[in-house]
């Protein structure tokens, strides 16, 4: 079983920089492939970014690509994921994820274990 708990969301004016963490219980952590995701109101929930294990594999949204970047520290069971430039339509809740499997995933479905979210609010 693993537990995660998102933190650092916040309200920021478009342009600014927020850095999400999530940190997570269980033995299974650092052989877990991890994910971010996040959901608008009244949209779909949609995939952000995704890292291996070992951080050696990162894939990102398009329309976070070249702002967004997700890390992990396994030692502190950890994973990152720092939001640069902003923009109003990054508002959302931002779900952390892991699946028990090396690799990452863009599909949520294959995530087994969710934290609760943590809100993100970009202000034009």
């Known amino acids: 079983q693993v537990r995660l708990v998102e933190s650092g969301g916040g309200l920021v004016q478009a342009g600014g920089s927020l850095r999400l963490s999530c940190a997570a219980s269980?033995?299974?952590?650092?052989?877990?492939?991890m994910g971010w995701f996040r959901q608008a109101p009244g949209k779909e929930r949609e995939f952000v970014a995704a890292?291996?294990?070992?951080?050696?594999?990162?894939t990102y949204a398009d329309s976070v690509k070249g702002r967004f970047t997700i890390s992990r520290d396994n030692a502190q069971r950890t994973v990152y994921l720092q939001m640069n430039t902003l923009k109003p339509e990054d508002t959302a809740v931002y779900y952390c994820?892991?699946?028990?499997?090396?690799?990452?995933?863009?599909?949520?479905?294959?995530?087994?274990?969710w934290g609760q979210g943590t809100q993100v609010t970009v202000s034009s």
């Open positions: 890292i291996s294990w070992n951080g050696g594999i990162t």
């Open positions: 269980g033995r299974t952590f650092s052989s877990s492939a």
């Open positions: 994820a892991a699946r028990p499997i090396l690799m990452p995933s863009t599909r949520g479905h294959e995530y087994n274990y």
